[in-house]
T-cell receptor, first 110, second 115 residues
Framework: GESVGLHLPTLSVQEGDNSIINCAYS??????FIWYKQESGKGPQFIID?????DKRQGQRVTVLLNKTVKHLSLQIAATQPGDSAVYFC?????????FGGGTRLMVKP | NAGVTQTPKFQVLKTGQSMTLQCAQD?????MSWYRQDPGMGLRLIHY???????DQGEVPNGYNVSRSTTEDFPLRLLSAAPSQTSVYFC??????????????FGPGTRLLVL
């Protein structure tokens, strides 16, 4: 995935609402996908992953959906909280290399 | 268990200077890698290692060297710093190469400013 430059796409949601963050990946050979959360001044933090033989995986308050036909990945966060405010990156893994997408900034309004 | 640690947290260099960014992990992970993150962008892979004594290039390797003499340590060397290398550098590790060992864990980052 290519970067989106200096201005990250931003998703603004009301506290308590559900959030959906989307990601398009580029390599049809990628077989493993990860969502990371990055707070200001910190390293990326693992949220949830999914393998290419699955189309949905659920964690605590988070769900990842994978559509291999259109090479699309989404992260759904239920009952979004102020602590969810961060930049979210998807990453695709093919072989030994992990390639990151450009990121989406999630802002949660109280 | 400290996870992935990086030093220094912040560094200022002059153009042409060299330095080494340190990375260590105490999880006995085979696989380690270095990424750089420029403002408002995702992470790009610089170099990676699949085990002690083995390194390989990532997406943006030019201007950087690595070595992996032990499982725990994976230093990144800037040979002659350039302003284009101003960035935040993240080290990451993962348990191994098998599919169930793929999750990468990141260090806190080193902010580098090259004047």
């Amino acid at each position: 995935g290519e970067s989106v430059g200096l201005h990250l796409p931003t998703l603004s949601v009301q506290e308590g609402d559900n959030s959906i963050i989307n990601c398009a990946y580029s390599n049809s050979a990628s077989d493993y996908f990860i969502w990371y959360k990055q707070e200001s001044g910190k390293g990326p933090q693992f949220i949830i992953d999914i393998r290419s033989n699955m189309d949905k995986r659920q964690g605590q308050r988070v769900t990842v959906l994978l559509n291999k036909t259109v090479k699309h990945l989404s992260l759904q966060i239920a009952a979004t909280q102020p602590g969810d405010s961060a930049v979210y990156f998807c990453a695709e893994n093919a072989g030994n290399m992990l390639t990151f997408g450009g990121g989406t900034r999630l802002m949660v309004k109280p | 268990n400290a996870g992935v640690t990086q030093t220094p947290k912040f560094q200022v260099l002059k153009t042409g200077q060299s330095m080494t960014l340190q990375c260590a992990q105490d999880m006995n992970h085979e696989y380690m890698s270095w990424y750089r993150q420029d403002p408002g962008m995702g992470l790009r892979l610089i170099h990676y290692s699949v085990g002690a004594g083995i390194t390989d290039q990532g997406e943006v390797p030019n201007g950087y060297n690595v070595s992996r003499s032990t499982t725990e340590d994976f230093p990144l060397r800037l040979l002659s710093a350039a302003p284009s290398q101003t960035s935040v550098y993240f080290c990451a590790s993962r348990q191994g190469r098998a599919w169930y060992q793929e999750t990468q864990y990141f260090g806190p980052g080193t902010r580098l400013l090259v004047l």
